[in-house]
């Protein structure tokens, strides 16, 4: 015993203490595996409490209940399924998900306070990485990887769709539209557009863009085509500017998260920063955001290759909980070929089918 108390103060007295039995002469790679999410709930853009993430209306307190949370059920007269908010070719938007409208009263769903899968200014956003650490995507002229910004990948795996975030956006395929429903208000100089009649809104005049007078309130459930402007962010009335952006250039919007609370209303416009170094800094971060972290599944993709692109000395399984094949390839992080299947299993990510997590984990 004597003997042992001195080897352990011994070895206390070089500064480290041992993390492993002093016997063990090799050592065996620690294990990990990946369950992860391919559900169809991966293509939503939101992250509200509610179930599956969705915003739910009633024309009574609309989005918000009467404490100042956001509504997780919809109660009378009122519907959920509000999953979007930038709709674009091939969005999953249906009879049952919604894109919420870009209304300056709904400023809550686009803003990182409310809506943690949103923007926000204060973070960077850098792109998926590749097994070599290195920009997924990178060519000659763009070593950084980043997105484009005249014609952002909605997907960067895709070359198509791009969108313009920096363009107003007037679109006009049943797909791309928004869901207005029964108490919501249009505010007036609203550019719109409709296929049919939509109670509340001036009838005739269809299959035409037309703007609203005055504040018109719907009274009816329609899908409308609403012109506005993606690059757009709010932030609550105490949180500071964000850097480069003038202060007398944002919008104080009333009542935007719930009776009683103010946003302000920022737009990623050149005329609204201090130098054409804050716009385009600015610029390129909502690109990079909106291609890479746009959505869960891209954001999913985004964490998983960042987080393990510097690990080494472990075993890395990967498996879709609704893809459970029998046996999982545990790679090794040590290995550039195995590394590299992991990280061709990560960036192929879908998103479609249910989320069997119990199943999954017993899976494991």
């Known amino acids: 015993s004597a003997y042992f108390l001195h080897s352990v103060m011994a070895v206390q007295g070089q ?18 595996i990946l369950a992860v999410d391919d559900s169809g709930s991966m293509t939503f ?6 179930q599956d993430g969705q915003a739910c209306w009633n024309p009574t307190g609309g989005f918000f209940n009467a404490d100042g949370s956001l509504r997780t059920v919809a109660g009378s007269g009122g519907a959920c399924g509000y999953n979007h908010l930038i709709p674009y070719p091939g969005h999953r938007i249906d009879a049952n ?3 919420i409208p870009p209304l300056p009263a709904f400023g809550f769903a686009r803003s990182h306070w409310f809506n943690p899968s949103y923007y926000n200014p204060g973070e960077t956003y850098l792109p998926w990485l590749d097994s070599e650490g290195r920009p997924y995507g990178r060519t000659t002229a763009n070593p950084e990887g980043n997105a484009s910004i005249t014609a952002t990948r909605v997907d960067p795996r895709n070359a198509t769709p791009t969108i313009d975030l920096f363009a107003t956006r007037e679109e006009t395929d049943a797909n ?5 429903l029964n108490g919501m208000v249009i505010p007036a100089n609203t550019r ?9 809104l001036a009838n005739g005049n269809n299959n035409a863009w037309r703007s609203v007078n005055s504040n018109q309130t719907v009274t009816a459930n329609c899908q409308i085509g609403i012109s506005y402007y993606p690059a ?11 850097a480069g952006f003038k202060t007398a250039s944002r919008v104080l919007v009333n009542n935007a998260c719930g009776a009683g609370c103010n946003l302000y209303r920022y737009e990623i416009k050149r005329d609204n920063y201090t130098s054409d170094a804050a716009f ?17 599944n891209r954001a999913m993709i985004a964490g998983m290759t960042r ?8 075993r890395v399984g990967y498996f879709r909980i609704n893809s459970r094949t029998a046996s999982v390839a545990m790679r090794n992080m040590n290995s550039p070929g195995e590394k590299l299947s992991l990280y061709t299993d990560l960036t192929a990510l879908p998103a479609n089918g249910g989320t069997p997590n119990l199943f999954a984990v017993d899976h494991i």
């Not at 757009?232 to 964000?242: C, D, M």
């Not at 390129?284 to 955001?289: P, R």
């Not at 987080?307 to 472990?314: F, G, Q, T």
């Open 176 to 180: 791309n539209r928004f869901r207005v």
């Open 192 to 200: 719109y557009y409709k296929t049919a009649n939509c109670g509340g």
């Open 232 to 242: 757009t962010f709010y932030l609550p009335e105490a949180v500071s500017v964000p």
């Open 97 to 99: 998900r919604h894109a």
């Open 307 to 314: 987080s393990l692109s510097d690990v080494k000395n472990m």
């Open 280 to 296: 385009e800094a600015a610029r390129q971060n909502f690109a990079n955001w909106f291609s890479f972290y746009g959505n869960r």
């Open 45 to 50: 853009e939101t992250l509200f409490p509610g």
């Open 15 to 32: 500064g480290t203490l041992a993390q492993q039995p002093l016997n063990v002469q090799s050592q065996i790679p620690p294990a990990f």
